[in-house]
């Protein structure tokens, strides 16, 4: 879903880009008090992987194809206001070094594809889990809940900004209803992504999901034909407990899915592409500002080999992005250490 220069006009544009700074501000202030020392680098490789698995388009319909939008993923592992900058990292190095998403229409992505979803499935998330018994299984069934309305949230959204701005007089039903229409089906790979890698790291390490924090599932014995509550082994504390392996894991897999199965990856439109291509509100597309970019579509200038290129372009791209996001959220970490008035927050599954 995202959005080229030229499909939205400047003063909408500019306007998309002052909310989406003021955004990434207010998630600035609120990232410091949900990053802690395990959580900071995890933040960047949080970003890392979503840029790794959006390089993954799917197919959902006759000739169109969808990718993970991270959002929903990004606010339940990592918190919501870590989330919206996770986003918007992953955003800017492919705006920057990919030419995908326009430049000018940088602040209109962050909008629809960090804020919305982050904000939709978050919502929707800690609604469930306020009527569910506090069990992992239901953190896993709300995070699939959330991103997949998300999806089509962020297409709402969309087609709001596009009836304010748009440089075309294709009639705002029509793109409503066939964006909100595709991103229903993309929703659904959404949130099977979302939920697979949430319930991967619960079934791991429960204390590293921020969605999770304060869920109490004890684990039970039958004795004498009644369960009764195991004793709870010993333990390190949370804090003490290192993040390497998981640190590691996560890495590895996003190299991965950007470097090699990203060559399997659908060739076809995504939603947005699709909608604009049947619908004509591409006809004032610019071209990239990046477009002369050495990685510009996800390849490596001057190397034939498909594959290779390809590859590389993605291994790069999980570098880059691993790097930024890590040293953004170590920055805001040690700001919070340094502010008194920022205290540790856990919230409770309830």
């Not at 979503?50 to 388009?57: G, K, P, T």
Request: proline share 5%; aromatic share 6%.
């Amino acid at each position: 879903m995202h959005v080229p220069d030229g499909f939205i006009d400047a003063p909408v544009s500019i306007a998309a880009g002052v909310a989406a700074a003021g955004a990434v501000a207010i998630s600035l202030r609120g990232a410091r008090r949900e990053l802690d020392e395990r959580t900071a680098p995890l933040a960047g490789l949080v970003a890392a992987f979503i840029f790794a698995v959006q390089m993954l388009n799917f197919p959902v319909a006759a000739g169109t194809s969808g990718h993970l939008l991270g959002g929903a993923l990004a606010a339940i592992l990592v918190g919501p206001y870590t989330g919206v900058l996770c986003v918007s990292v992953v955003l800017l190095m492919q705006g920057i070094l990919f030419a995908d998403g326009g430049l000018t229409a940088l602040g209109v992505n962050i909008s629809v594809m960090g804020v919305t979803t982050v904000v939709v499935a978050y919502a929707i998330f800690r609604g469930l889990l306020k009527v569910l018994p506090p069990t992992r299984r239901s953190v896993t069934a709300a995070a699939f809940t959330g991103a997949l309305l998300s999806v089509p949230a962020a297409a709402t959204v969309f087609t709001a900004i596009y009836a304010v701005g748009g440089t075309t007089d294709v009639p705002v039903g029509k793109v409503f209803t066939a964006m909100v229409g595709v991103h229903v089906l993309i929703g659904i790979g959404e949130a099977a992504i979302t939920a697979a890698t949430v319930g991967a790291v619960l079934a791991v390490r429960p204390d590293l999901v921020h969605g999770a924090r304060g869920l109490t599932a004890p684990l039970k014995l039958r004795v004498a034909g009644e369960l009764v509550d195991a004793p709870a082994p010993a333990a390190a504390p949370a804090a003490a407990r290192s993040t390497r392996k998981v640190w590691a894991t996560g890495l590895v897999t996003a190299l991965v899915l950007a470097g090699f199965v990203s060559f399997y990856a659908s060739a076809s439109p995504d939603g947005l592409e699709k909608v604009a291509a049947d619908k004509g509100i591409d006809q004032k597309v610019e071209e990239h500002a990046a477009a002369g970019s050495p990685l510009a579509d996800y390849s490596v200038k001057d190397i034939g080999d498909a594959r290779l290129s390809g590859g590389l372009a993605g291994v790069i791209g999980v570098g880059v992005t691993v790097v930024v996001g890590t040293g953004i959220f170590w920055t805001v970490r040690r700001r919070r250490a340094q502010d008194p008035a920022a205290t540790p927050t856990a919230t409770p599954v309830a």
